[in-house]
């Protein structure tokens, strides 16, 4: 069975650090495009940041203070959280999909997606 699994989140005052850990069974998330995405209450989804191979992506919001790696031997993706603040508080979800030639880093909807894991930032 095909399965991604977030763990990571809690509850952090604000400048805090959180590490948020992807895990992928069933198939090898090294080749495929792995993104991490969040949602607030009331708001849309949105994407933080993106991986595939030695290309990275970061939305402005987060830019300098997230850092998204792989370790292919634990098929795990992470996204490092530094300087936290209020807003970066939602469920933060993993998603993987297949790239193709000209394709986008970030993976879409029609990929897999974990259950996700929720991020507080309050004082």
């Known amino acids: 069975q095909l399965r991604l699994v977030e763990s990571g989140g809690g509850s952090v005052q604000p400048g805090g650090s959180l590490r948020l850990s992807c895990v992928g069974s069933?198939?090898?998330?090294?080749?495929?495009?792995i993104g991490w995405f969040r949602q607030a209450p009331g708001k849309e989804r949105d994407g933080v940041s993106c991986?595939?191979?030695?290309?990275?992506y970061y939305s402005d919001s987060v830019k300098g203070r997230f850092v998204i790696s792989r370790d292919k031997a634990q098929n795990t993706v992470y996204l490092q959280m530094n300087n936290l603040k209020p807003e970066d508080t939602a469920t933060y979800y993993c998603?993987?999909?297949?790239?193709?030639?000209?394709?986008?880093?970030?993976?879409?909807?029609?990929?897999?997606w974990g259950q996700g894991t929720q991020v507080t930032v309050s004082s």
């Open positions: 069933g198939f090898p998330l090294g080749y495929y495009r």
């Open positions: 998603a993987a999909e297949l790239p193709y030639s000209g394709g986008p880093l970030c993976p879409g909807t029609t990929g897999y």
């Open positions: 991986i595939l191979s030695d290309d990275t």
